[in-house]
């Protein structure tokens, strides 16, 4: 058959887990038309391993009794395809690649290389888990200098790390902070920020324009809070403005981000101690806040692009405080839960606050903990019950789901690397555990990997 197939990569180099565009070029050098099966159905990709000489290639998938659609190619035209990597290479490895397109005929195209770089991340930190997909941003300690990356996990059936992209240099102790728009818009473009030293330092991603270079704002010896609060997107063409909430010892501040430059905007001073946790929430018709914890109090700070407003005090529990998270649900209320020490004892309380900023706790449990309490993670999930993650003084995960702790299965309990709290539809805790080399695996809590089927 007359054909002639071009294969190019998106990126020849990437880290495992990116999901570069494959283009497929099929040009009918012949003097007649020919029939073929339209490349963007029909194509498939073999993957030869230049290390150990291994060749790959996923199976024709059925299209029922017609097959694969026809067209038909006239003589000196060209058909131009876009494959994605993740779905039609099975490179879960770091390592160099041939990839060769396979089409009617059989024709083969010309070879592309990949070389796959391996990763170690550290400080993972998530936008949101109330739904099935979550986007995280962490550092790439493997990289020269270290980058932080943006990936996509489908926290559902059959689900995984969609993609991962490199968006910017920073040190390695940089602790990246994801944007979120109002609530229940769009979430596939993000702003990012970074503390570094008395900086803070962001950009944004989008598919359509890429990532914008670095910028730089003098804060302070500042603590950056998450999430950032993107404004909605009205133009993929346009990268909106974004805010960045900040605490300097009892002082909360606001900085304004674009691709034009940054500010600092609005700050109030807060009467008490500083805050020790918060979290930034923007409803869906864009109403602004902070919810923080003074002590064991939890307060409700209002603000705006223009002024923060005085804090209202929600809650005080009794006790020493350990740790919190809280999560902007899809039905603006937020659910909260807060880890406290009491003496010898430990508790988990939860609360939300509906769209109406109507305020209640909804229990508070007992955590049968007896051991030296390193580091805990609290997430709350979308149906109101909190996991904490808990680590002891000889380093070893366990896990709290509402009701007893257990011990992590191994590899997880003893990892060093990042692990996140995620849930598998309203109920079901599991895990985004990082492995060096290879990226992020998504797991339920007995190790399992996330069911291919339904329940």
Known sequence: MNLRAELKVEREEILVQENPLLFLTVTNVGPEPVRIEDPQDGARFRVLDLRTGEESMPPKASRGIHGAPEIELAPGKNLVSCHSARTHLSIVEPGDYE????????????????????????????????????????????????????????????????????????????????????????????????????????????????????????????????????????????????????????????????????????????????????????????????????????????????????????????????????????EDRVRGAVLLRRGDRWACASWELDATDEFRVTGEVDVPWESTLVRAQVRPGPAGTASILLRNEEGVWSLFDGATVRKLPAPACATRLPMEPAYLGPHEPVLIIAESRTGFRISRMDGRALPRKSL
């Open 99 to 330: 990839v060769t397109a396979v089409l009617t005929g059989p024709t083969l195209s010309s070879p592309a290389r990949i070389r796959v770089r391996p990763v170690v991340p550290r400080n993972l930190s998530l936008d949101t888990v109330q739904g099935g997909d979550s986007f995280g941003v962490w550092v790439d300690l493997a990289s020269d200098p270290p980058r932080i990356v943006r990936s996509l996990f489908s926290v559902r059936m059959g689900g995984g790390v969609e993609e991962s992209l490199p968006i910017a240099v920073a040190h390695s102790g940089a602790e990246p902070i994801p944007s979120l728009p109002p609530n229940g818009q769009d979430r596939m473009r993000h702003w990012v920020g970074w503390l570094e030293g008395r900086e803070l330092r962001y950009t944004h991603v989008s598919r359509e324009l890429g990532v914008a270079p670095t910028g730089r704002l003098e804060v302070g010896d500042a603590r950056l809070f998450a999430p950032l609060a993107a404004d909605p997107v009205k133009d993929t063409r346009v990268r909106p403005s974004c805010w960045a909430v900040l605490s300097r010892a009892n002082r909360i501040l606001l900085a304004s981000l674009s691709v034009d430059g940054a500010s600092i905007g609005p700050s109030l001073e807060l009467e008490g101690p500083p805050l020790s946790w918060a979290r930034v929430h923007t409803r869906s018709k864009g109403e602004r806040f902070v919810t923080g914890i003074q002590g064991t109090s939890l307060q409700r700070i209002p603000w705006s692009p223009r002024q923060f407003e005085r804090p209202q005090a929600l809650h005080r529990w009794e006790g020493e405080f350990v740790a919190a998270g809280a999560l902007l649900d899809l």
